[in-house]
């Protein structure tokens, strides 16, 4: 599951990007904009963050 788990994070991050603008456009309450908005940087920072490098490779 080396390589999939990242890629699948970023994936989700798009979509939640694009659930988060898509709240926005329709008036969702700011809360669940930035809610969605907030787990999308998550899930971009999980993603990019198993790619690095690191000790256990």
Known sequence: MGAALPT???ILAGVLVGGAWSL???GAPK???VLTALLAVLATVGGVLWLLPG???
């Open 8 to 10: 699948l994070l970023l």
């Open 31 to 33: 809360g669940a904009v």
């Open 24 to 26: 926005h456009r329709q």
């Open 55 to 57: 000790e256990g490779t």
